[in-house]
């Protein structure tokens, strides 16, 4: 029993599993563990000309769109030559592992094939 009074439970693995767009949701009494996360694209290559590129990658969370990367250049000033000015390439990714509570949906989204999940039971 901890100071709180609550009861500490210890977690026990259950099973690997892949998540796609098909909507799943952790099961009561489970937790999922979002390991990895496999993108349908890779890393935008850094365009030469003067457009500015926002790309993101989410998986959808409860039904809403949740971001996990993102890509933005900010392209060639018109006019600038490359060798004047050098463009900025930015990448974000979510950090991992991800906790999902039991009852949370969850599904791949945009720029997403698979969750790579862990699923745990409770256990006292």
Sequence with gaps: MTAGGLIAQNLEFVDARMVDSKTDTVPTGRIWKVESIVYSQGVTHCPTSSNYINISDSIMLDGKGTMVR???????????????????????????????????????????????????????
């Design 70 to 124: 993102a890509q933005r250049f900010s392209g060639l000033h018109p006019g600038w030559s490359s060798q004047a000015f050098s463009p900025e390439f930015i990448v974000w990714e979510q950090k991992l592992p991800m906790w999902l509570p039991s009852g949370t949906r969850v599904a791949a989204g945009r720029g997403v094939m698979y969750l790579s999940v862990l699923e745990f039971k409770k256990t006292p």
